[in-house]
Structures are given as structure tokens and as C-alpha cells.
């Protein structure tokens, strides 16, 4: 089936140590997203790519970087995790901009910082 | 600051009953959309509602967009104890690729 891949699902990483999050899509949507979300809080919109283009949220710091080698993945890097950073973090994709459309999301990573 | 917020934050009802969320935003949309979350997982898109509709059905599920007063609601009908979830609602004010969610609701249905 056509679907989000998030791995792992469970992370834990020490305060500092730069971790890696991954995700792939089987659906060869042209746009991927990172959300980082809090226990009980909405999604918050780290940063996006609309094929290749890079759209960081203003309000995104600088800690928290994203790749997209190509279409089917995109990895979500934090160069020095603090404890604040441990959240749920969830990638999603769309078709692209102009349908307005609905996203699709992986099961998400949960990230515990030590 | 924040494109939707949700009321209630939590609703418990009996199952078999009917629940109603709502959703308000604050600037234009083109459209509005709602997903569900299970505990500890990604969300899932139930519905997507354009701003020139005023109702749309989905199985159990009904949607309403007001877009005088700025909201939405979304009613379950006949609840089962799988509708247990948070319920977001979602806005792409901007017109651009990127939803705004709300602060979610919190529904339990007790069996």
C-alpha cells in the first residue's frame, strides 16, 4: 500500500548528540513537511519542501535542519538536542500546492531526550 | 498566533450518542479540513470542506463552514468506542501549501 514511512519510532538520544529522523513516501507527492508536535498541543510546522525548495518557518530554529536527497525521502536532523526538543515528530506529505489538498501522515517518531 | 482553536479541549460522552466539535479561525481560507489522531500516532484526514460549501457528509460524519462567522463544526453520529481520539481541525489560510492546525479536541467515548 501507498503510504508515509516514519523510522524509527521511538528515539532516544542524549542531550547534545545530533540524531537523525527519517522519512519516505511511496505516493510521489511533490511535498513533504515536518511537524514537530508536543503531548496534548496542535502540530507545529517546522519546515517544508515543495519538490526541491526549502521553506523554513520563520520560527524554526536553527538547531533543527531537513534533507531531501530525492523525491521519496526526507530527513529531519537536530545538530544538539535539549530537552525541550524531545516531542512527537511527524512527517507528512501532499500532492502539490495548487489542490489545496488533504496531507497524509506517517505514524510519526517520538523522540525522548536523556 | 494560532489559525484555529477547538472547543471544546475535551468531550466524553455515551456511545451510541452523537458528538459535536468545533472549529474557529481567524483570516480567509479556501478550505478547511479536519483529522483525527489516535493516541501516539500520525493523524488521519477525515474530511475536507471548500469555503464556497456550507456542508459536507462523510459516512457518520457531517461537516459545517461558516465562513461569516469564521468556524466549523464537525459532528459524529453514533458514536463507537473507535471514534475515541483527538479531532484537529486544519486551515491553509495563505493559499499556500501549508495548514495552520487547531488546538484539538479530546473526545472519549465510553462504551
Known amino acids: 500500500d501507498a503510504m508515509v514511512i516514519q523510522n524509527p519510532r521511538y528515539q532516544v538520544t542524549q542531550f547534545g548528540k545530533p540524531v537523525t529522523l527519517s522519512c519516505s513516501q511511496t505516493?510521489?507527492?511533490?511535498?513533504m513537511y515536518w511537524y514537530q508536535q508536543k503531548s496534548s498541543q496542535a502540530p507545529k510546522l517546522l519546515f517544508h519542501y515543495y519538490d526541491k525548495d526549502f521553506n523554513n518557518e520563520a520560527d524554526t530554529p536553527d538547531n533543527f535542519q531537513s534533507r531531501r536527497p530525492n523525491t521519496s525521502f526526507c530527513f529531519l536532523d537536530i545538530r544538539s538536542p535539549g530537552l525541550g526538543d524531545a516531542a512527537m515528530y511527524l512527517c507528512?506529505?501532499?500532492?502539490?500546492?495548487?489542490?489545496?489538498?488533504?496531507?497524509?501522515f506517517g505514524p510519526g517518531t517520538r523522540l525522548t531526550v536523556t | 498566533s494560532q489559525q484555529g482553536e477547538e472547543d471544546p479541549q475535551a468531550l466524553s460522552i455515551q456511545e451510541g450518542e452523537n458528538a459535536t466539535m468545533n472549529c474557529s479561525y481567524k483570516t480567509s481560507i479556501n478550505n478547511l479540513q479536519w483529522y483525527r489522531q489516535n493516541s501516539g500516532r500520525g493523524l488521519v484526514h477525515l474530511i475536507l470542506i471548500r469555503s464556497n460549501e456550507r456542508e459536507k457528509h462523510s459516512g457518520r460524519l457531517r461537516v459545517t463552514l461558516d465562513t461569516s462567522k469564521k468556524s466549523s463544526s464537525l459532528l459524529i453520529t453514533a458514536s463507537r468506542a473507535a471514534d475515541t481520539a483527538s479531532y484537529f481541525c486544519a486551515t491553509d489560510a495563505g493559499g499556500n501549501e501549508k495548514l495552520t492546525f487547531g488546538t484539538g479536541t479530546r473526545l472519549t467515548i465510553i462504551p
Open positions: 507528512a506529505t501532499s500532492r502539490d500546492s495548487g489542490s489545496w489538498g488533504e496531507q497524509y
Open positions: 505516493l510521489n507527492h511533490n511535498v
